[in-house]
Nanobody, 124 residues
């Protein structure tokens, strides 16, 4: 089973940027799709972005044009670059892994392994 550790969360002002990292261990990282999810207080968890083994990327509509997901297989790490952050982006961000050889990824797929989360707060 894959182990995931997120980092990079912080307090940032509206319009600012952050880069989250998701470091994996224990598996053949090249065979896993990785997703980023978030959960704000009092709200359900939502999918933010995912990246397949072939680098195909999926984004939820609210972050398109602002967030970019990427992966470095040599470092077993997936990044989420978040620009032009808004207060509504405030949440705990989780990364998750799903073993999948599909060319595309879906935020509605069953991700089996999850990290512990990192807090992102966007506030002035």
């Amino acid at each position: 089973q894959v182990q995931l550790v997120e980092s990079g969360g912080a307090l940032v002002q509206p319009g600012g940027s952050l880069r989250l990292s998701c470091a994996a261990s224990g598996v053949n990282f090249n065979t896993y799709a990785i997703g980023w999810f978030r959960q704000a207080p009092g709200k359900e968890r939502e999918g933010v972005s995912c990246i397949s083994i072939s680098d195909a990327r999926t984004y939820t509509d609210s972050v398109k044009g602002r967030f970019t997901i990427s992966r470095d297989n040599a470092k077993k790490t997936v990044y989420l670059q978040m620009n032009n952050l808004k207060p509504e982006d405030t949440a705990v961000y989780y990364c998750a892994a799903r073993r999948s050889l599909l060319r595309l990824c879906s935020l509605f797929a069953d991700f089996a392994s999850w990290g512990q989360g990192t807090q992102v707060t966007v506030s002035s």
